[in-house]
């Protein structure tokens, strides 16, 4: 009996602890995944971190992407807003016109008027029955009423103008009002653009100033440059090739084909897009930050923003695009596999597949794309490769 008390506190015992013993064992590889799992997510935080840092870089350079096009967008709304300011100032002074005359009509109307009203007043008085009485022969007193009458209407008539030359004058006025206050809508919504234009700059400009200041960062916007290069003269290339099924107006297309064999007979006798400094000439040059050496497939041209670029040849606009490294473009299409490139622009004034010609303005100066400034960069492509643009421009 006392034996199997034993038995079984010992049995009772062994098993609490193997229990407790259990538990402590659960508790410890509890505690050790979680260990393991906090360790996980450690390692997975650096590794984010890392990534972020490296986002980071991009996407520092995407946010000036981004701005540009905001600029762009924003610039294209002002220029909206000052044609319809335009339209507006040039129907308020027609408006103004149209009322002067009126003013002018009325009153010399009132005066006409008032003449026959004094008229009519004193005949009527003094010679009531005179004209009735004075005749001669029915015949008179029918050309004198006949007259009388023509007398009346004429008097009814100026009467009749005076009330519609009012009223008209009544609407000019109202619509001139309405007109005014529309444009005076348009100004405040064109300066407010404005403010936000100038706000976005100075963010792109401040942005652009920490990218150069940060190595990395540069790195990588010099890395982006290099591959917007290869993009470039890829999408030239399949420019080419697209071009038999591009669909022109037909006088365009005439025009396009007698340019056939003129671009090439040009060579250096080319009209400059742009006035300005040369900033980097065609081939290598060395980046001054990073000591890194860049392949430019064209030149570039300082200059101020806003000055007008122009079409050094004539030919059709092929592509009007934006471009990492290149910010707002134009590709213009000169025949025989010629196309010359307009890159960096603030305005655009063109549309794809209009006809321009040689001298007429693409659109203007401007930083999009741009780390160093208000600059144009230009290319010329031929023979499927790219081409020193000063053989063909004209000498200085």
């Given amino acids: 009996m006392i034996?199997?008390?034993?038995?079984?506190?010992?049995?009772?015992?062994?098993?609490?602890?193997?229990?407790?013993?259990?538990?402590?064992?659960?508790?410890?590889?509890?505690?050790?995944?979680?260990q393991l799992q906090d360790l996980q997510q450690d390692i997975i935080q650096l590794e984010r971190q890392l990534k972020t840092e490296d986002n980071q870089l991009r996407a520092e350079s995407k946010s000036i992407e981004n701005l540009d096009r905001q600029i762009?967008?924003?610039?294209?709304?002002?220029?909206?807003?000052?044609?319809?300011?335009?339209?507006?100032?040039?129907?308020?002074?027609?408006?103004e016109r149209q009322i002067d005359t009126l003013i002018k009509k009325i009153s010399?109307?009132?005066?006409?008027?008032?003449?026959?009203?004094?008229?009519?007043?004193?005949?009527?008085?003094?010679?009531?029955?005179?004209?009735?009485?004075?005749?001669?022969?029915?015949n008179d007193l029918l050309v004198k009423y006949h007259y009388f009458r023509k007398v009346?209407?004429?008097?009814?008539?100026?009467?009749?103008?005076?009330?519609?030359?009012?009223?008209?004058?009544q609407a000019k006025e109202e619509t001139l009002e309405k007109e005014i206050k529309l444009t005076e809508q348009y100004l405040l919504s064109a300066s407010r653009e404005e403010e936000n234009l100038n706000s976005k700059?100075?963010?792109?400009?401040?942005?652009?100033?920490?990218?150069?200041?940060?190595?990395?960062?540069?790195?990588?916007?010099?890395?982006?440059?290099?591959?917007?290069y290869t993009k470039l003269k890829n999408l030239l290339a399949s420019l080419d090739k697209e071009r038999p099924n591009r669909q022109l107006?037909?006088?365009?297309?005439?025009?396009?084909?007698?340019?056939?064999?003129?671009?090439?007979?040009?060579?250096g006798k080319l009209n400059w897009p742009v006035q300005g400094k040369i900033l980097h000439e065609f081939g290598r040059y060395k980046n001054p930050e990073l000591k890194t050496v860049l392949n430019n497939t064209g030149i570039d041209i300082q200059a101020a923003?806003?000055?007008?670029?122009?079409?050094?040849f004539s030919g059709v606009v092929s592509l009007i695009t934006y471009m990492s490294g290149f910010g707002n473009m134009v590709i213009v299409d000169h025949n025989d596999g010629y196309y010359t490139v307009y890159a960096h622009l603030d305005q655009i004034f063109l549309k794809v597949n209009d006809f321009v010609e040689g001298g007429d303005r693409i659109g203007t100066?401007?930083?999009?794309?741009?780390?160093?400034?208000?600059?144009?960069?230009?290319e010329i492509y031929g023979n499927n490769r790219t081409l020193n643009p000063m053989d063909w421009l004209r000498k200085i």
């Avoid at 004429?154 to 008209?168: G, I, N, W």
């Avoid at 000055?307 to 050094?312: E, F, G, I």
């Fill in 3 to 34: 034996r199997d008390v034993v038995t079984l506190s010992l049995g009772i015992f062994f098993l609490w602890f193997s229990l407790s013993h259990s538990q402590q064992e659960s508790g410890k590889v509890k505690d050790m995944q979680q």
């Fill in 72 to 95: 762009f967008l924003i610039q294209s709304k002002i220029s909206i807003y000052k044609d319809k300011i335009n339209q507006q100032k040039s129907l308020v002074t027609s408006l």
């Fill in 108 to 138: 010399i109307l009132r005066e006409i008027y008032q003449q026959q009203a004094v008229f009519a007043y004193k005949y009527q008085r003094e010679n009531k029955y005179n004209w009735i009485f004075g005749v001669s022969s029915v």
């Fill in 152 to 169: 009346m209407t004429a008097e009814r008539s100026v009467f009749d103008d005076l009330v519609s030359l009012s009223a008209d004058l």
């Fill in 201 to 228: 700059r100075a963010a792109k400009s401040q942005l652009v100033a920490k990218l150069k200041r940060n190595k990395s960062s540069l790195s990588q916007a010099l890395k982006e440059k290099k591959e917007s």
């Fill in 249 to 267: 107006k037909v006088e365009t297309q005439i025009k396009w084909e007698k340019l056939t064999g003129n671009f090439s007979k040009n060579k």
């Fill in 305 to 312: 923003r806003g000055t007008d670029v122009r079409c050094v």
């Fill in 365 to 378: 100066v401007g930083e999009s794309g741009s780390l160093e400034g208000p600059k144009l960069h230009f």
